[in-house]
């Protein structure tokens, strides 16, 4: 046993209660930063080894650990940009130097060339659907690039599938050869018609005109025109012949179609895909003609009006003509051991040997939960429990100077001891 | 989630239709109280309108058939107090033929008889009603006996020619005497008569028609509505008096003048028969066209009454739906303000 | 749990309640609108707070679907009254005074009047005056048919114009609802809207609708034709700018293909535009045909015949262009009381005489009945009033078939229209009820009480004080915590 062993015991105790007071003074100054995660203190003994008769006093130290895992209060905002991550996840963003890191602030913002920085400055990154549906690298970063949304862009995307489903007349009159729509003549007759827009590679709008024939009992002939080349005014004869053509063969006892029968058209769009029109559900019953779905996919060229985000992480981007495409879609990174990810400034972490590999994942599909459009997530300090470890600490420093105090006061009386 | 199953709006909206179909609804009973007819017949009867519209055009046409049988019977009593003077002086004609014949009168009074009786005949015949002759058949417009008496008539001068012509000599010249009773006959049967019953009477005495005036009695029923001067009593009569009043004058012997007197007597006492019949058809026809309006007018009482039961409103039943629709919406006008004064609003601080 | 969270937590409650409470004043204010949906907040419970999830409307699929189509049949059967009543007003006048009937039956009384004074020359103008106006009633009758179809024409096109705007309003509300689904933004408002022009298209076209994903919408008709697909449908109508008896009208294309008009006093005419097409062909059309045909009746049972029976029968008082050859029996010859005049041999005005009428002969001495020349004759006149009321074959394609007389045709025709306008007036009180109905019956499902909304108020207004209490107390316990830091 030593005096000064006990003096040291006491300058560590004074010091490991300082490194705490910093944690709070940090806690308390960062609570209101969105995202932050609050530190917190951990001690543990220093123990010397000791004979059974003495004691020799050991220490304290100090560990200091950020409850990154525990999450904050979701404030609700305006801006759709504003993210927040409802679960374990985080955001992966990237500074400027381009090193990937993680985070939990989510107040995003365009920056002048339409990439999406939270407060401290950093991308947010995402997959592209340039490429078709993106899929995520579980491992690693690979893929992932800064999220740019650049209004001046024009996107269209050209049809290729679609449904038509209705019922068919079955009292409709028969229409005899020759004077079909396929036929291409101003005689043409018909038994029921829609029209359908398409669009082409370029995103124009193409419209089709399905013409409906019963062609015999049971059997309906489907013919499709391109509506340009309609004559004005009577509409057939046509300046080019049907686009496709197809039969259908109805049941004449369940009216629906045949086993045999086709079920679907082909459409050659004019500059533009194969368009595959599906008629499986077509039926023919004694009511009139009653169309139930009609539909085709695609979109016509058009800018970026508005930018949504859905909270499976997809970011669409709403153009003029009322559609939607998907852009981006934003992942989630999570670790192992959140609690043991590196703390840089700005709210990031890095993955670090503590804490574990980064996995990469979709919102809503892992375990890192979902996005959040239109929220923040709030600090994660309370003020009243940081106010009280103050308390607490403050007392504890002065328990810890009354010991090196006293040990001090003894030092006095072994030196005075010689005279 | 909601949880009422009324809304305000509904509340007040639902009021304010019904307040304003009932309004509607009293414009259109007002006027049916007013008029005593529905306010629009069309939409009242549908397709019986057509029923209707033919039912007052009927009553209309029988309206004006009435007025014209009234023309009619008019007309038909003018001529049947003309046939009445004709055969009364007819009768008084057939006296003084009696009488002559039996010597007891002087030629010259039967001669200014029959000249009587020709002016009497001649005026009834030419009378005219409304400015229509009466006996000129359809041929209204002009007078239907040439004047007899008018120097050069064309009747006169017929039967003195006719004389000329089959004894030879002119009834005036002496010769005349010589024609006995059997042969001054003979000339009036087969000459003179002729003249009077054939074609030639209408070339000399009349320009009135055969044919008399059509009409209308009833809507599907057409009466002869005139007699003309044509009629074979008119005919008679005229000869009676004309054969007197020109034979008489001449040469001719007592014989002769006796065989001229017979044959006018015969000739009256036929006119006598032929006018009564004239005058009872007259009156069967006077009787027909007062029957047959008589029966138009029952008819526009039943269409009448038929287009009354169809269009016709009553009133009672009328100005009863009238003080219902006004106590209906007074009460909608209460239940408005009611309905205004039902809200929370009132009852919050 | 800490201080901080039920701070936070507080602050949620009070941005939620007072989001509700944003909702409830539009609701309050929307009151009045019958096209607004109520919405209410639904609220979901978060791990750190309820938070509002969605903004609900209040809606009935099936109820908007009815009174769309009982708006559809109320509009037409609306249009096609009005247009009868129009018709009946300008073409018959009040109780149908100016009816060819009537006049028919004037014309009778005239010749009546005639028949019993037929020398006298001022009943004989009488009769003859009485014709001039059956001919000038046939003649502006025909005119103002073919006007009113002229008038429909426009009337057609004016509403072929609104249609085309309208669907590219449709458009417009379709694309905002389509877009605002796909990301879950509020859209009630453009829902609202698109549900309000629906309604005012199947005022003008039935309305048949394809719900497709994204609450995007397909519009076809009734029967069929495609009105709206992502884009709207060209609406198409050519007007024809006179018209002439008999010739049919335009089409109205939609799509390219050509909208059926209705039929019937209870019209199966749905929305306006084929109610509109409906009052064009069949009624005025139908009209025009059977006033062709009392002109057609007129000329006949006026026809001059020859006493002896060796020369052919020709137009007598009543003339037309083709005459004095008599209109074929039996056939419709279009616009023929447009064009049917009095003969000028018997219009005393150009020199002719009235008492040819008494007498015949205005086709040459062959023609003449009265050959005695009695001013008095007057079975001429009388057998005129016979041969009105003889039947004669009049042609099925009028809508009045039959061997009828022309008397009986004419009172049929009025009877024929006032059915019709009968039918349609009852259908209409019908319809109208049932649009009613179906608008009040939807009104209480999507619209707002008032009273509900003041309850909802007063429960919002407690939250909001709870949520204030409990920041209040929030404040305070941290207050007492700092006053013991010194």
Known sequence: MSLFGMMRTGVSGMSAQATRLGTVADNIANSSTTGYKGANSQFSTLVIPNSGSTYASGGVTSNVVNNISKGGVLQYTTSATDLAVSGNGFFIVQNSSGVPLLTRAGSFVPDGEGRLVNAAGYQLMGYSYENGAPTVTANGFDGLVPITISEASLVASASTGGGLAANLPEAATIVAAGSLPSDNVLASQYSAKTSLVAYDNLGGEVMLDVYMTKTAANTWEVAVFDQSQATPGTYFPYGAGPLATQTLDFDGTTGQLTGLSATDISIPVPDGQNLLLDMSSMSQLTSGFTLFDAFVNGNPPSSIEVVEIGNDGTVYAQYGDGSFRALYRIPLANVQSPDRLQVLPGNVFSQSSDSGKVRIGFPTEGKSGSIVSGALESSNVDIAEELTTMIESQRNYTANSKVFQTGSELMDILVNLKR | MKTTFISSYNTNQSVRTHLMKMQAELIKVEREVVTGRVADAGLALGSRTGFSVSMQRDVERLHTIIDSNALAGSRLDGTQSGLQTVADLAQAYMVTMTAASSGTVQPSIAVAEAKAAITTITGVLNSSLNGENLFAGVNTDVTPINDFFAPGSPARTAMETAFVTHFGFAHTAPAADTVDQAAMDTFLTTIIEPQFMGPDWNTNWSNATDETITARITLNETSAASVSANADGMRRMMMAAASVAVFFEGNLNANARNAVVEHASSMTGQAVSNLGQLQAQTGIIEKRITTASERLQMQIDIFEGKISDLEGVDAYEASTRVSTLLAQIETAYTLTSRIRQLSLVRYLP | ?486
Do not use: C
């Open chain 3, 1 to 486: 749990m800490s201080l901080s969270t039920a701070l936070g937590i507080a602050q949620t409650a009070l941005l939620n309640t007072q989001r509700q409470t944003t909702i409830l004043s539009r609701n309050l204010q929307e009151s009045a609108n019958p096209d607004y949906s109520r919405r209410g907040a639904m609220l979901s419970t978060a791990a750190n707070g309820a938070s509002i999830v969605d903004i609900r409307r209040s809606t009935s699929d099936v109820l908007f679907r009815q009174n769309l189509s009982a708006l559809s049949a109320w509009s037409a059967q609306d249009t096609l009254l009005n247009g009868l009543n129009t018709l009946d007003i300008d073409l018959f006048g009040t109780d149908n005074a100016n009816h060819p009937a009537r006049l028919l039956g004037d014309l009778q009384t005239a010749l009546q009047t005639y028949s019993s004074s037929p020398s006298n020359t001022s009943v004989a103008e009488n009769a003859i005056e009485t014709a001039r106006q059956l001919v000038s009633a046939l003649n502006t009758s025909s005119d103002a048919i073919q006007a009113y179809r002229s008038n429909v024409d426009r009337e057609i096109v004016t509403t072929v114009k609104d249609l085309n705007t309208l669907l590219a309003d449709f458009q417009a509300a379709n694309n905002e609802v389509v877009g605002g689904s796909k990301v879950g933004r509020d859209v009630n408002d453009a829902l609202d809207q698109r549900d309000a022009i629906l309604k005012q298209i199947s005022e003008i076209v039935p309305v048949s609708v394809v719900k497709r994903a994204n609450n995007d919408m397909m519009l076809t008709t009734a029967s069929g034709i495609t009105l709206f697909e992502t884009v709207p449908r060209p609406v198409t109508f050519t007007p024809t700018a006179g018209y002439a008896a008999g010739a049919a009208g335009n089409s109205i294309y939609i799509d390219g293909v050509p909208l059926a008009a209705g039929s019937g006093a209870n019209t199966t005419a749905s929305g306006k535009l084929t109610a509109l097409v409906q009052l064009r062909e069949d009624v005025a059309g139908g009209l025009q045909a059977q006033l062709d045909e009392v002109a057609r009746g007129l000329i006949t049972a006026f026809a001059e015949t020859d006493p002896t029976a060796v020369n052919p029968d020709l137009a007598g008082l009543f003339t037309w262009p083709g005459g004095p050859t008599l209109p074929a029996a039996g056939t419709l010859e279009n616009g023929l009381a447009q064009v049917i005049s009095i003969n000028a041999a018997y219009d005393s005005s150009v020199g002719g005489n009235p008492h040819l009428l008494r007498d015949g002969g205005a086709n040459g001495v062959a023609y003449v009945h009265n050959t005695s020349g009695g001013t008095s004759y007057s079975d001429l006149l009388l057998s005129f009033d016979t041969s009105i009321g003889t039947p004669i074959a009049f042609d099925a394609s009028a809508g009045i078939a039959g061997t009828i007389s022309l008397s009986a045709y004419s009172t049929e025709s009025v009877s024929w229209f006032s059915a019709l306008r009968q039918g349609s007036s009852r259908a209409a009180d019908n319809k109208s009820a049932l649009m009613m109905r179906t608008a009040e019956s939807l009104s209480n499902v999507t619209g707002v009480n008032i009273d509900e909304e003041m309850s909802l108020l007063l429960d919002l207004e407690h939250s909001y004080q709870a949520s204030a209490k409990l920041v209040q107390t929030v404040d305070s316990m941290l207050a007492a915590l700092l006053a013991a830091v010194r």
